[in-house]
């Protein structure tokens, strides 16, 4: 009998693990995620142990060069926490881009307003639903997602939202779970492929999967010129 017991405990303490270590509470609903993140808000740097020189290298120098040719870039950081791309886009002090911060979580928007670069006019920082933008279409130059896409409820209806809000031509940054973990990701376009291949079922190009971290892809997309854009670009 006691074997059974050890096995019951196991198992529960498995799931358990699973639940709130792995998925971070992500199946059970935005409201266990949000307040995983509201708890750890002021230890989350700390516990990411970010490296500024691989933030700008593999974050903030690429996305700036694809926004080189908009005058005054706008970006959205959807899932934004404590601001680690509005920091690395930011830092050089010649960037001309004006950076919006969406986050479910308060205390990690607070935490990224305490940045220094957090003070100057061209940032904002809105608590707000990844799947339920607040912002008209085709509002931004380019939306990024960050290691966040895999703990949202129904990930395809975000890029929906993120792609409603890019506008034709516009860069999408979103980061795809890689690694043994990502297997216990049901429902989720974890794993090396299924993310592109989503991307690619969207209408978006030029999809590029870069090795970032132990547990993260990059994955860099265009969402295609419009139809109107396309046609005026013929005729001229």
Same mark, same amino acid.
């Given at each position: ?56 290298? #593999?974050?903030? /120098?690429?996305?700036? *060069?694809? +926004?080189?040719?908009?005058?005054? @870039? !706008?970006?959205?950081? %959807? ?60 509002? #931004?130059?380019? /939306?990024?997602?960050? *290691?966040? +896409?895999?703990?949202?409820?129904? @990930? !395809?209806?975000?890029? %929906? ?76």
């Amino acid at each position: 009998m006691i074997w059974l017991w050890l096995a019951l405990v196991l198992v529960v303490g498995l799931v358990m693990y699973w639940l709130l270590v792995i998925t971070e509470g992500t199946y059970l609903g935005t409201g266990a995620v949000i307040r995983m993140y509201d708890w750890t808000a002021r230890r989350y740097n700390a516990i990411k142990k970010l490296q500024p020189v691989y933030e700008t290298y #593999f974050l903030g /120098v690429p996305l700036a *060069e694809r +926004l080189r040719d908009v005058r005054h @870039p !706008r970006v959205l950081d %959807v899932a934004a926490g404590t601001g680690r791309l509005m920091q690395t886009l930011l830092e050089g002090a010649s960037s001309p881009a004006t950076v919006t911060s969406v986050d479910h979580s308060l205390p990690m928007l607070r935490q990224a307003q305490q940045l220094p670069v957090a003070t100057r006019n061209c940032t904002a920082f809105i608590q707000g639903d990844a799947q339920h933008l607040m912002f008209r279409d085709f509002a #931004f130059d380019a /939306v990024t997602c960050l *290691e966040a +896409l895999e703990f949202m409820w129904d @990930p !395809r209806a975000a890029i %929906v939202e993120m792609l409603r809000v890019l506008r034709p031509g516009g860069t999408l940054l979103l980061t795809n779970r890689i690694g043994w973990e990502a297997w216990f990701f049901p429902g989720r376009y974890t794993r090396r492929g299924r993310l592109e291949a989503l991307l690619s079922d969207m209408g978006l190009t030029q999809i590029q999967s870069q090795r970032w971290q132990v547990y993260y892809d990059l994955v860099w997309a265009v969402k295609p010129p419009s139809q109107e854009q396309t046609q005026t670009r013929r005729r001229a």
